[in-house]
């Protein structure tokens, strides 16, 4: 399972004790806010696109919408998800639980500039019933990103 991947990748670190399992989905933000009891935009949603036939994350607040201009002029393509089929076998986590730790080799990771504004944000795990609460710095650290960007809307 994904979670056990990401349990694995964060005890390397001394923090798998900070995985939290849910007994109820926090496969959308709404979900996730209501387990967590926290306000939406403080979870970190883990968009999952194809760009140029490869495999790329963009970690975004719960309440920021992509803006395909914003990301079209980021990536030169416009904005494709990627299928629900496809995510598991590209990124390593299913649609649900999709997070940018403990993923598949060749997966580009950037974080959006809408999580900026918060101290901590809750990410997935890799299951549609976990998250984990990490500081900007450590979600930083642990997600191996590659660039902060600035492709989402309706968050300011």
């Known amino acids: 399972m994904s979670i056990e991947k990401v349990k694995a990748y964060f005890a390397g670190f001394g923090m798998a004790c900070r995985v939290l399992e849910f007994p109820v ?6 979900l996730a806010a209501e387990a967590l009891h926290c306000e939406p935009c403080r979870i970190a949603k883990t968009l999952s696109f194809a760009v140029h036939d490869a495999p790329i994350l963009v970690v975004a607040a719960g309440d920021a919408k992509v803006d ?30 999709v997070c940018p730790f403990a993923i598949n080799g060749g997966v580009t990771v950037y974080l959006d500039e809408s999580l900026r504004r918060f101290e901590t944000v809750f990410p997935a795990c890799g299951s549609s019933n976990s ?26």
């Open 25 to 30: 989905s926090c496969a959308t933000v709404e």
């Open 68 to 97: 395909n201009a914003k990301f079209k002029a980021r990536f030169g393509v416009k904005a494709k998800m990627l299928s629900r089929e496809d995510a598991e076998p590209l990124i390593g986590h299913a649609v649900g639980g």
């Open 131 to 156: 998250a984990i609460e990490l500081t900007i710095e450590e979600l930083e650290k642990y997600s191996n990103f590659t660039a902060w960007v600035d492709v989402c809307k309706a968050w300011q």
